[in-house]
């Protein structure tokens, strides 16, 4: 069963709208991150969280709000989107372990168009 | 700053050939950094492929291999007979060992694996 999910799957929006995009984890992991993938970028980080109730900026906070209310919910908020949003968002989950390893899980990805 | 730069893609190659996608990092303000593999198939999410949190180890997993070699600062993805439904996106990522319970990675660009049949 997926530890990470994600919704919608698939969005289109208008410019100047609101969107928001959710991702649960059943990991019970106290990170999560969200990031969006473009060709040529790769994957680039958005906003990211401790716990609940954290959120911190990623490399490319801006135009992005998110919201961690609580262990398994963690939203990306895009308060007035632009077609330059339109992207792959992923969300993660991440867990170090007691060596300091760390991974990270990963949902299926949400594909946004903003029109 | 800390980086990894990753073979650019789109890397092609046909079904049964050997295949190598390099991979370079910097880790200036990271002593013993953990180095990663992970892959993206189509309509999927990321998922980890291969780990080695230790200097000189190999890694491996679905017949892929990656040495962490501190010399060369390098992590490179090697197969000896891909099959095509390795076709996919390849992330390299490194980690830092050494900060508190923050899981963030770096990331590379991503290589594009197309193995034809």
């Known amino acids: 069963e997926a530890a990470v999910t994600q919704s919608p799957r698939n969005k289109v929006a208008v410019t100047g709208g609101k969107v928001t995009l959710s991702c649960n984890q059943t990991n019970n992991h106290n990170n999560m991150y969200w990031y969006r993938q473009d060709t040529g970028h790769g994957l680039r980080l958005i906003h990211y969280s401790y716990g609940a109730g954290s959120t911190e900026k990623g490399d490319i906070p801006d135009g992005y709000k998110a919201s961690r209310p609580s262990q398994e919910n963690f939203s990306l908020i895009l308060e007035l989107a632009t077609p330059s949003q339109t992207s792959v968002y992923f969300c993660a989950s ?22 | ?106 990331w590379g660009l991503g290589t594009s694996l197309v193995v034809n049949p």
């Open chain 2, 1 to 106: 700053g800390d980086s990894v730069t990753q073979t650019e893609g789109p890397v092609t190659v046909s079904e049964s050939e050997s295949l190598i996608i390099n991979c370079t990092y910097s880790a200036t303000s990271i002593a013993y950094p953990n180095l990663f593999w992970y892959v993206r198939y189509p309509g999927e999410g990321l998922q980890l492929l291969l780990k080695v949190i230790t200097a000189g180890q190999k890694g491996s997993s679905r017949g892929f291999e990656a040495t962490y070699n501190k010399e060369t600062t390098s992590f490179h993805l090697q197969k000896a007979s891909v099959q095509e439904s390795d076709s996919a996106v390849y992330y390299c990522a490194l980690g830092d060992p050494n900060v508190g319970d923050n899981s963030k990675l770096i």
């Open chain 1, 94 to 115: 991440g867990v170090r372990d007691w060596g300091g390893y760390a991974e990270q899980f990963f949902g299926p990805g949400t594909r946004l168009t903003v029109l």
